[in-house]
């Protein structure tokens, strides 16, 4: 899961929540239920959409069918996502961390989020009904989601912890307690502190995240500063592309430091985490398009 949060409106909070962040024109859902998975990887999601919007339909509401094309992982991302060196490089030879890319470069801003059906019908009614919709929409989801992930859950927010939950766990069991993870940890963090980077943690699961987590403080502060009344962990600022080239520079130069330093720690350590996150998606539905995707 990514860990860029960003200040939203209520209303499309839920739906990014509830539907997973991503839409497309949906088929038809299948008659008899038994679709298989394997001609059409989005069988359950069909399925599940349909029971929602039957759901919605007998509360007196509408409901578009909400069913993302399954995602397309191409070589190259896998291989970012697992630690190459030249993958990580090329990336953040451009982008850095991927805390400042989005001002000056659009197509980064949002990615994985696409329209989503139902927001011009929820934005066609009046606050009190969007209220009511949203309420509506909950219980229909949860009713839904439960029966074909298995999973019991409160809420779209509570899938969403209960997801966080059993990542950070299996993060700190089989991440920050490998032994050889802890032993290139505390090399990377001693090569970063030698080149007068600011190191808080050794633990594999924090160091990971150093460099990213001081560029998001500065975004933060900046988000902030413009917009006091904005809460969440990382607060998005305004910026135009030319105001943001410098931040971008030098998040750059930072990124390919700690790139250099962590050479020996990151195709160990994304490659790892890489199977965590096959293990914990798999759990939640999410290539069955059930959550997140």
Known sequence: MSRVLTVMPAVALALAVLSGCGAE???AAPADGKASAAADPRSKRRQMEAMRADCMKGKGFKYAANVPAPVQR?????????GDYDAMAKEREKYGFGVFAGHVYPERKEVGMLADPNEPIV???SETQRKVWVAADETCYIQAYSKFSGRKVTSGIDAFNQMNTMSKQFRGRELNGDAELVRLAGAFGECLKNKGVKVTSFKPTDISWNGQEAYEAMATKI????NPDAKGELVIPELTADRARPYLA???KSALLDL???KDFYPVYKSKEWAISQKVDAAFGVDEG????
């Open 260 to 262: 250099e330093c962590g």
């Open 250 to 252: 030098n998040e750059i």
């Open 74 to 82: 191409t070589p190259e991302e896998i291989k970012l996502r697992t």
């Open 223 to 226: 988000g902030k500063e413009q």
């Open 25 to 27: 024109a949906p088929a």
């Open 123 to 125: 934005m066609a009614l």
């Open 290 to 293: 059930l959550f997140g995707a």
